[in-house]
């Protein structure tokens, strides 16, 4: 076991805090990691005020993890020490249901084993990313390609791959025309990658504050929704449009931008439910769908999209003693547009 230094969440809306615990050591099959970067990802509030119910703490949030390798288990091929690595949302799964063996292990519908809040196989408790360390089966360990610098490249662990799977699925390219509600920590992802496949892409945001930010990204075309005209100039439009906020939308005025065909993907869960009308979704043989990150291999295939096109997430990095004062920020959309965490300040006074 080897004792490792954190910041925790003690109890349910309570301070992030310093905290230590032990982590296992390396099996013949996992990787140890020196964490470098965590991102600060919006469900890492949630979790740590338990706003979705279950949460069990003390809780080490973080699921955006990139580090170098410190040391890999006897059986361990597909890494070397010194390799440059990510963890994202879940470092195990139960590896024999429909959706591991399909390669879709994020929908595992047995044991899937999130990066914390959640219990290993044994049933010891996970801790996450705001921490020194993490051991990870290599199975469930990503490389990042050496061209990204590993501050920037943590969000794509989580908002990186939860912009990619959607985007991917449903085939955002060339001809496409791709909508992306919200330029956030999400949405500012999306306008990326969305661009580097090829689509033509239009930001949907409540005001004209991020229009020049949006054009920088890649974006061909922003809209402000705040202007009625908007749902009626651009109504059936899009073959696609990926909703990034967790803020309360009428769905139906969105559906109805969605030309025949077309669907309108959900990746941020609001509060409450959201009424969804019947008509604009007959009316326009539409679909109104959701996703969540992605798997491995459809993870590493993110990163190295990402490599090839010089993607990362634009951020600002933080001292682990910040972290309080940043989760307030990003509850006031105010960060453009991810903090991470360098994790080296664990060890300042």
Known sequence: MTHTKAYAAQEAKAPLTPFSFDRRDPGPHDVAIDIKFCGICHSDIH???????????????????AGVVSAVGSNVTKFRVGDHVGVGCFVDSCRTCPECQAGIEQYCATRPVFTYNSAESDGT?????????????????LRIPGNLPLDAAAPLLCAGITLYSPLRHWNAGPGKKVAIIGLGGLGH????????????????SHSES????AARLGADHYFNTGDPDTFTSLARSFDLIVNTV????????????LKIDGAMVVVGIPDKQVPVGAFPLVGGRRSLA??????IAETQEMLDFCGRHNIVSD??????????????????SDVRYR???????????
Not at 210 to 213: G, I, L, V, Y
């Open 47 to 65: 979790q740590a005020r338990d706003e979705w119910g279950g949460a069990s703490f003390p809780m080490v949030p973080g699921h955006e993890i």
């Open 339 to 349: 903090f991470v965490i360098d994790l080296a300040t664990l060890n300042s006074k």
């Open 210 to 213: 991020k229009r020049a930010d």
């Open 315 to 332: 951020i600002e990095t933080i001292a682990i003693q910040q972290v309080n004062e940043a989760y307030e920020r990003v509850l006031r």
């Open 125 to 141: 408790p996970t801790q996450g990313g705001y921490s020194e360390r993490i051991v990870v089966d290599e199975n469930y360990t």
């Open 290 to 295: 959701g996703s969540m990150i992605g798997g």
């Open 189 to 204: 992802m999306g306008v990326k990658i969305a661009h580097a496949m090829g689509a033509e892409v239009t930001v949907l």
């Open 246 to 257: 967790s803020a309360e939308l009428d769905w139906d005025a969105y559906i109805r931008l």
